[in-house]
T-cell receptor, first 117, second 109 residues
Framework: GAVVSQHPSWVICKSGTSVKIECRSL??????MFWYRQFPKQSLMLMAT?????????EQGVEKDKFLINHASLTLSTLTVTSAHPEDSSFYIC?????????????FGPGTRLTVT | GQNIDQPTEMTATEGAIVQINCTYQ??????LFWYQQHAGEAPTFLSY??LDGLEEKGRFSSFLSRSKGYSYLLLKELQMKDSASYLC??????????WGAGTKLIIKP
């Protein structure tokens, strides 16, 4: 099956700093990548959808200037949490869908746990 | 609005069978997914239904009725490792996944 990796798997940063999370599709071309956030004991919440080479589409309530998404190639998308605050501490998960494999299935990365102190 | 409903929590016994229901109301329908998520991990894909009927895959089966807006995930021969959250998600007419809140399944010996 398709493999999606995320880096780092966990990160601790100080309030006010920025953190970049990478999401890579290892064996397929991801035309669309999704970024989710999950708070403890809650369901996944879609933050944004990005198509390769175009601007990301953000969900209502998600600040695009705070959560910068770049999808510059068919195998890499990055999420940068700028000026992080403790309330940004969460589990960030990316997923990717491409032109191969089962139609419309999203392949999930392992997630990145962000803790802002 | 769009809505996915599934029970918050269920408890079952090791070796038994459990059925997790999911009802949905979405703008359009392009398939229903079931994912398994262990605590602290990303979801893993279990099944995809786009036509009515039952899809069987080993110990897990998934059923869909589009006319009723209803699906269930059936887990047989439960094992302790099946303790996890099970997420139902529907792909709407814009090909976007609408997620349910998940059902936490607790397996007891």
């Amino acid at each position: 099956g398709a493999v999606v990796s995320q880096h780092p798997s966990w990160v601790i940063c100080k309030s006010g700093t920025s953190v970049k999370i990478e999401c890579r599709s290892l064996d397929f071309q991801a035309t669309t990548m999704f970024w989710y956030r999950q708070f403890p004991k809650q369901s996944l919440m879609l933050m944004a959808t990005s198509n390769e080479g175009s601007k990301a589409t953000y969900e209502q309530g998600v600040e695009k200037d705070k959560f910068l998404i770049n999808h510059a190639s068919l195998t890499l998308s990055t999420l940068t949490v700028t000026s992080a605050h403790p309330e940004d501490s969460s589990f960030y998960i990316c997923s990717a869908s491409g032109t191969s494999g089962d139609s419309y299935e999203q392949y999930f990365g392992p997630g990145t746990r962000l803790t802002v102190t | 609005g769009q809505n996915i409903d599934q029970p918050t929590e269920m408890t079952a016994t090791e070796g038994a069978i459990v059925q997790i229901n999911c009802t949905y109301q979405t703008s359009g329908f392009n398939g229903l997914f079931w994912y398994q998520q262990h605590a602290g991990e990303a979801p893993t894909f279990l099944s995809y239904n786009v036509l009515d009927g039952l899809e069987e895959k080993g110990r897990f089966s998934s059923f869909l009725s589009r006319s009723k807006g209803y699906s269930y995930l059936l887990l047989k021969e439960l094992q302790m490792k099946d303790s996890a959250s099970y997420l139902c998600a529907v792909m709407d007419s814009n090909y976007q996944l609408i997620w349910g809140a998940g059902t936490k399944l607790i397996i007891k010996p």
